[in-house]
């Protein structure tokens, strides 16, 4: 396969901290010669594990960029034991534009994977994450939230593995990551996923979900950034104790977790995020808003559990995500 047209202003072997870009060519009206400007940071110090942070895979999620653009001002090598490669904006076009997708190619990074060195932009990112950084790293955590269109109760999470040993260990991450909530995620089309290629790779993958809405609050940037330092000393980058507090553990048996809209209207949800829910509960009107005097249709839960995710905006249409329902462990 060609070599990937991405080049790097850092050095992954050197010690110290570095901070620089991964450098794209973008030739568009604006800038004939152009590239597009990723920046990435490393830092390392002697021998040790690496581990490998991202935010803005999707580029309306928030929490993610906020802590490593932090980390990346403030980390120090002479705390660590090992190297820390932070990317704050992985589809870093999405990210400019406060998007989920690409606005140049409409590409969704998370959809894409492992990615083309010969194709579109978004692509060409994530090839050179599947080629060059992936294979770096031992530890790989990728910042998630809602976005514009959603909204989670605040989780770390991991995937149910064929390798019950790589699962173990992804696990023991998420717990360390010490979100208020460890979710045993299901995904829907996980075969294009950044996940999927981290963990098909044998790497330790946790991922997040840190509430939505196309924002960030104060406490869900500082679950971010504690999660951070967690994940940093759990794989002994760094020195010191877990910083720990109750998380409660989820799990999303099957399909049946998922509510989808069969109906286009106004959202009326009738319980808050975080309630227990039993199947048959309503959870959310849809109510059509071509004319009056017409009645809503209701949805129900199908199974027991914690009503964990839910639709963001006002207004639903066919076939959008409505809500999930996630069950105690
Ligand atoms: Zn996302």
């Given at each position: 396969m060609k070599i990937s047209p991405i080049t790097t202003t850092?050095?992954?072997?050197?010690n110290g901290v570095q901070h620089g870009f991964l450098k794209l060519p973008h030739s568009h009206d604006a800038s004939g010669w152009g590239s597009m400007m990723i920046p990435i940071t490393v830092a390392k110090n002697g021998e040790g594990p690496t581990i490998l942070f991202t935010g803005a895979n999707h580029g309306d999620e928030y929490e993610g960029p906020i802590a490593l653009f932090d980390l990346a001002h403030t980390i120090n090598a002479d705390d660590l034991s090992g190297r820390v490669i932070i990317v704050p904006g992985m589809n870093y076009p999405a990210f400019q534009a406060g998007?989920?997708?690409?606005?140049?190619?409409?590409?969704n990074m998370n959809r894409v994977?492992?990615?083309?060195?010969?194709?579109?932009l978004t692509e060409k990112i994530a090839d050179y994450f599947q080629r060059y950084l992936l294979p770096l790293a031992d530890y790989v955590v990728d910042f998630h939230s809602g976005g514009k269109t959603m909204e989670f109760l605040p989780f770390c999470c991991a995937h149910v593995l064929d390798d019950k040993e790589q699962q173990s260990r992804c696990v023991a991450a998420m717990e360390a990551f010490n979100a208020p909530h460890s979710m045993m995620l299901l995904e829907?089309?996980?075969?294009?996923?950044y996940d999927t290629a981290a963990e098909n790779m044998g790497k330790v993958f946790i991922g997040t979900e840190l509430a939505g809405g196309g924002s960030a609050t104060a406490t869900t940037v500082a679950i971010a950034k504690k999660g951070i330092r967690n994940i940093l000393r759990h794989a002994g980058i760094t020195e010191g104790e877990l910083e720990v507090a109750d998380t409660i553990s989820l799990d999303m048996?099957?399909?049946?977790?998922f509510i989808f809209s069969e109906s286009t209207g106004l959202l009326e949800l009738c319980i808050e995020l975080g309630a227990k829910v039993k199947a048959g509960d309503l959870i959310a009107f849809v109510h059509p808003i071509e004319r009056t005097g017409l009645a809503p249709t209701a949805y129900h839960a199908a199974i027991d559990g914690i009503f964990s995710g839910r639709h963001f905006p006002g207004k639903i249409a066919m076939g959008d995500f409505l809500g999930v329902i996630a069950v105690p462990m």
């Open positions: 850092v050095d992954f072997d050197r998007k989920r997708t690409s606005p140049i190619d409409s590409g994977f492992p990615g083309n060195p010969e194709g579109t829907l089309e996980a075969d294009n996923m048996p099957d399909q049946s977790c």
